[in-house]
Protein backbone atom coordinates (compact mmCIF):
# COMPACT_ATOMS: atom_id res chain seq x y z
CA UNK A 1 0.00 0.00 0.00
CA UNK A 2 2.79 2.80 0.24
CA UNK A 3 3.78 2.71 -3.33
CA UNK A 4 -0.06 3.29 -4.27
CA UNK A 5 -0.06 6.00 -1.60
CA UNK A 6 3.80 7.50 -2.91
CA UNK A 7 1.78 7.45 -6.33
CA UNK A 8 -1.55 9.19 -5.87
CA UNK A 9 0.30 11.64 -4.13
CA UNK A 10 2.78 12.45 -7.06
CA UNK A 11 -0.17 12.21 -9.07
CA UNK A 12 -2.24 14.89 -6.89
CA UNK A 13 1.30 17.16 -7.32
CA UNK A 14 1.79 16.76 -11.34
CA UNK A 15 -2.56 17.25 -11.65
CA UNK A 16 -2.04 20.19 -9.66
CA UNK A 17 1.22 21.68 -11.25
CA UNK A 18 0.21 21.09 -14.98
CA UNK A 19 -4.17 21.72 -14.53
CA UNK A 20 -7.39 20.05 -15.72
CA UNK A 21 -5.84 19.15 -18.57
CA UNK A 22 -3.61 17.16 -17.61
CA UNK A 23 -5.00 13.74 -16.67
CA UNK A 24 -2.76 11.41 -14.16
CA UNK A 25 -4.09 7.96 -13.47
CA UNK A 26 -2.60 5.03 -11.55
CA UNK A 27 -3.71 0.97 -12.87
CA UNK A 28 -3.35 -1.65 -10.14
CA UNK A 29 -2.61 -4.70 -11.85
CA UNK A 30 -3.87 -6.81 -8.76
CA UNK A 31 -7.00 -5.55 -9.30
CA UNK A 32 -9.60 -6.99 -11.70
CA UNK A 33 -8.63 -6.10 -15.50
CA UNK A 34 -12.03 -4.50 -15.15
CA UNK A 35 -11.06 -2.36 -12.56
CA UNK A 36 -7.52 -1.77 -12.36
CA UNK A 37 -7.85 2.50 -12.16
CA UNK A 38 -6.79 2.80 -8.27
CA UNK A 39 -6.66 6.50 -8.83
CA UNK A 40 -7.21 8.94 -11.27
CA UNK A 41 -7.57 13.43 -11.35
CA UNK A 42 -8.95 15.09 -14.68
CA UNK A 43 -10.42 11.98 -15.90
CA UNK A 44 -12.89 14.28 -18.33
CA UNK A 45 -9.59 14.07 -20.51
CA UNK A 46 -10.33 10.70 -21.47
CA UNK A 47 -13.69 10.13 -19.66
CA UNK A 48 -12.46 7.23 -17.57
CA UNK A 49 -13.54 7.11 -13.50
CA UNK A 50 -12.09 5.46 -10.43
CA UNK A 51 -12.42 1.57 -11.04
CA UNK A 52 -12.66 1.63 -14.90
CA UNK A 53 -10.85 -0.89 -16.70
CA UNK A 54 -7.34 -1.42 -18.06
CA UNK A 55 -6.33 0.15 -21.60
CA UNK A 56 -4.84 -1.32 -24.27
CA UNK A 57 -1.48 -0.56 -22.95
CA UNK A 58 -2.26 -2.17 -19.69
CA UNK A 59 -3.26 -4.76 -21.00
CA UNK A 60 -0.51 -5.52 -23.06
CA UNK A 61 1.67 -5.04 -19.87
CA UNK A 62 -0.65 -7.42 -18.01
CA UNK A 63 0.00 -10.21 -20.68
CA UNK A 64 3.72 -9.90 -20.28
CA UNK A 65 3.96 -8.76 -16.65
CA UNK A 66 7.05 -11.57 -16.12
CA UNK A 67 9.16 -9.26 -18.20
CA UNK A 68 10.70 -5.54 -16.85
CA UNK A 69 9.06 -3.54 -18.77
CA UNK A 70 10.63 0.06 -20.09
CA UNK A 71 8.48 3.44 -19.15
CA UNK A 72 7.05 4.60 -22.35
CA UNK A 73 7.55 8.62 -22.26
CA UNK A 74 6.02 11.01 -24.30
CA UNK A 75 3.72 9.23 -27.05
CA UNK A 76 0.37 10.23 -28.26
CA UNK A 77 -2.63 8.64 -28.64
CA UNK A 78 -5.47 9.19 -30.34
CA UNK A 79 -8.73 9.49 -28.59
CA UNK A 80 -11.87 10.02 -30.52
CA UNK A 81 -11.16 13.67 -32.60
CA UNK A 82 -8.57 14.42 -29.93
CA UNK A 83 -4.97 13.60 -29.41
CA UNK A 84 -3.44 12.87 -26.12
CA UNK A 85 0.14 13.09 -24.98
CA UNK A 86 1.23 10.62 -22.32
CA UNK A 87 4.10 8.97 -20.27
CA UNK A 88 3.74 5.74 -18.39
CA UNK A 89 5.97 4.34 -15.92
CA UNK A 90 5.90 0.82 -14.90
CA UNK A 91 6.44 0.03 -11.16
CA UNK A 92 7.09 -3.44 -9.93
CA UNK A 93 6.46 -5.23 -6.38
CA UNK A 94 8.04 -8.27 -5.36
CA UNK A 95 9.83 -8.97 -8.91
CA UNK A 96 6.01 -8.40 -10.81
CA UNK A 97 4.64 -5.47 -11.96
CA UNK A 98 1.78 -4.25 -10.11
CA UNK A 99 1.21 -0.17 -10.59
CA UNK A 100 1.34 1.75 -13.89
CA UNK A 101 1.16 5.53 -13.46
CA UNK A 102 0.20 7.18 -16.43
Known amino acids: ????????????????????????????????LEN?????????????????????LVLNAFNHSDIKHEDKLNYIIRDGDKYIKCSSLFFNEKGTLRYIFA
Open 36 to 56: TIAYIRNGHVSNRKLGDGASA
Open 1 to 32: MEMLNILTRMGDAIAKTFGNNCEVVVHDLHNE
